[in-house]
């Protein structure tokens, strides 16, 4: 049985409701925090802990810390990024609404940390019900001390804003959302240089997810090994894993760094919906490359992932059965890359526009075998060649489906469809 850490407060009453959070323990680690220890030992201890960033990056989190400049003339800012925008993922949505004052805890210890007197949580424009509940968390700190003006008595001050972003995938990318936040269009910024040392309003500024940072309790409370030995090498601490698709218990899942991909399918969602057979997986959100049945026993880790060909991502794992179309799939993945590019870089603007075409002339029946030559030259142009990881995002499932599933690829274009014997659906979500 795992050990629950981010979601032991979900299905308890009032959940979201700051009586609740304290009769649990809350704010105690903030508490100890602020008043025992160095901002410089909690920089270590989340060093120690192998948290690594659950928006999709997996960087090292107390290493980004450190990248801040010892000598500051400038504020430091904290910006939560809560724009979660990638398909399939919907974790850090129930942190907000089931438990807000966990990421609050988190962002204090944070902001305490890096030496951050104003944060700010930049929330998906689309999570109406996560802000007000949040703003309502906020509310209730603000109202008891855990927020404000010399916080525990200890001279340290902290505000905490909330921003509505207004639906565009690409703020999720931490530059384009600083740039939101300014008030200006979401366009990714040049790196370098980056967020810690020219990043909000000009100042050094750190950029964390909401997931990442609601760790930050239980690493105080329990030290940064102990959290470390909850997950695998190079990966501490358990994660929140999205699971939709054609399974039987889709659902948020708590689950130890490292737990395999078929445990999570099988034992956890229930297997496969209506007894139907497994076709394909999606392991990390609509950026990853795609996984066949037959390559599930893997860790739902970074490493692991990566040795598999995919990521990890925002651990959003969509999971396909045998009568999923995988063109009409790729169709609705390719559409959706193409209508969220920011347009600011020509790779990835005219890349993903004309791979929609291709995909979508294969899918209407009037494809041409040498159109598969297409999509996998498309890919190889984009990856690598612009300012943001959008298009690099979008070459991995690019460049995976037409390669694990050619044969029906091949079928579409002969044929003008899949095999007709089959009920054929894509994603969920489509």
């Known amino acids: 049985m795992n050990e629950l850490i981010l979601s032991k407060r979900f299905n308890l009453k009032e959940s979201h409701k700051l009586q609740t959070y304290l009769s649990t323990g809350g704010y105690r680690s903030a508490e100890r925090a602020l008043k025992t220890m160095k901002p410089e030992a909690i920089v270590e201890e989340v060093k120690v802990s192998n948290l690594r960033g659950f928006g999709g990056a997996g960087f090292s989190t107390g290493m980004k810390w450190s990248f801040l400049p010892k000598e500051r003339k400038k504020p430091v800012y904290l910006v939560v990024n809560a724009d979660e925008g990638e398909p399939g993922t919907f974790k850090d949505r129930y942190i907000m609404e089931k438990d807000p004052h966990l990421l609050i805890e988190g962002i204090l210890i944070t902001s305490f940390a890096i030496g951050s007197h104003k944060a700010y949580v930049y929330i998906r424009g689309e999570y109406v019900k996560s802000y007000r509940i949040l703003q309502g968390a906020v509310d209730e700190a603000y109202a008891k001390g855990y927020l404000g003006k010399n916080i525990f008595g200890t001279g340290f001050d902290l505000e905490v804003m909330l921003h509505m972003g207004a639906g565009a995938y690409i703020c999720g990318e931490e530059t384009a959302l600083l740039e939101s936040l300014e008030g200006k269009k979401g366009f990714p910024r040049l790196k370098p ?106 860790g739902l880790d970074y490493e692991s992932l990566k040795k598999a060909g995919t990521m990890l991502g925002s651990a959003g794992i969509i999971v396909m059965d045998e009568t999923t179309c995988m063109v009409e799939a790729l169709l609705v993945t390719a559409r959706f890359f193409a209508h969220e590019s920011c347009g600011q870089c020509s790779p990835c603007r005219e890349g993903t526009g004309w791979y929609y075409k291709v995909v979508q002339r294969i899918y209407e029946g009037k494809g041409r075998m040498q159109d598969l030559e297409t999509l996998m030259s498309i890919p190889v142009n984009m990856g690598g060649n612009t300012i943001c990881a959008f298009a690099d995002g979008a070459a991995m499932p690019f460049s995976s489906y037409p390669v694990k599933f050619r044969e029906e690829f091949e079928q579409h274009i002969r044929e003008g469809k899949c095999n007709p014997t089959k009920e054929n659906h894509a994603y969920a979500y489509h």
């Open 193 to 298: 240089p980056f967020p810690a040392i020219i990043g909000l309003f000009g100042c050094p500024t750190i950029i964390n997810n909401v997931e990442t940072l609601s760790c930050l309790p239980t690493i105080i409370e329990r030290g940064g090994k102990a959290f470390a030995d909850l997950g695998c090498e190079k990966n501490g601490g358990t994660h929140l894993y999205s699971l939709s698709g054609h399974v039987e218990r889709p659902g948020v899942y708590e689950l130890r760094m490292g737990t395999p991909l078929r445990d999570l399918i099988y034992k956890y969602g229930g297997g496969i919906r209506g007894g139907k057979q497994l076709k394909a997986v999606v392991p990390g959100g609509m950026s990853a490359a795609v996984l066949k049945a037959n390559e599930i026993d893997v």
